[in-house]
């Protein structure tokens, strides 16, 4: 019995350790509040009512208005700079978040998904997830060092910036980079791109986003002078372009790791509970058929072995009874940072070996390295975790999907996706409805980042 209620005091006591104190709390709460219900979709809203309501959350806190810029490439998409000074003994840190959230209809919603909605445990709307909570936290940090004195070695720079989703003409990111480098330039960046992971509600892994695959669109276009269809040939537009995403379709680019991918598997191998733990264990050796077995295992683990081009729309022919004059498909790239567009093309040219179809690239490409696993980076996020949820490890992961990271990346800021937010495996609602974030995990990843940036940024 004793031990039954020393063992609920430690656990309330860690719990409780894992809590902000409760101003905190409530501020960082109010926060997040105030942005959610700010409606800054990315096609129909605004990122400038964030970045003011921030500013003026800094201000009332005692921040200089000469360190806080607001600007943007258009009225409506403004970001917000913000500058916590310290004594300068190393370059910068560059702390982001992106503001606009992608778009969400009420219908579509069991909540108004532009309301801040507390329910069974979560807080639920648009962008609970992705990405206003860490927005609002590193603002509520910020406040927080500042009335505790904190004052680190080195500046800690806040970016809130515009037009993560979809990219576009008024990205943040590339306009600060573009515009006022001076404002952003640090030696790494903290980013969204990384979270924890839950699983039967048993946390078993904090992510570290250290590299993204990144985009190629590729327009697959035949093109034939038609005529009628009562009297068909062979040369048929239609038909070059089948055959062409029939050999794709059975087509799979080489199996390979990388620093990132390796020690990603190696770090499964050490929490994963089935036979497959002893591939990934040895993954570093490498040989084709024990990444097959890894591959086969789950679309996301063979998409992080390999470059994946997919077909994912396709149009032609004008009329029933004609013959097609046009005849093309979308085929979307994923590769890995260590491929190059002319590698991927040249593949792909040599698979169709079809010179009626044309392999267009469309849009345009932006290929980033990866970001050097920095050992104080990784020691820092490591020793943060496991002083709040021990036994969790940190895990380096490349993610499919691309970030502001990439844009940094290319700059030569190397960054690191790290929230310490946990969300269950199976309920990643980033983008779809009713997206939401778990009421504890929201402010245990609050005191999460509040330690990890004391570390880096080092100081009293
Ligand atoms: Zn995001």
Redesign the pocket.
Known sequence: MLKLIFGLLLAALLMGQAMPPTADRQLAHDIYKEFIEIRSGYTTGATTPVAEAAAARLRAAGFADADIFIGGATPKKANLVVRYRGVGKAKPILLLA?TDVVEAKREDWTTDPFEFVEKDGYYYGRGTG??KAQAAVWIANLIRYKREGFKPDRDIIVALTAD??GGGPYNGVEWLLKNHRDLIDAEYCLN??GWGETRGGKRFSNDIQVAEKYVINFRLEVKNKGGHSSMPVPDNAIYHLAAALDKLSRFGFPLKTNDVTRTYFESLAKIEQSPIKDDLAKVSAGSPELLERIAAVSPGWNATLRTTCVATQIEGGHARNALPQLAAANVNCRVLPEDTVSYVKETLTKLIADDQVAILIEGEVNQGPASPLRPDVLKAINQVTDSLWPGVPAVPMMVMGA?DGAYLRVAGIPTYGVQGFFFGEDDMR?HGRDERMPVKSFYEGQTFLYRLVKVLAGGE
Do not use: I, K, R, S
Request: net charge negative.
């Open positions: 992106h992705d990405d993560e989703e969204e791109g970030t980033f």
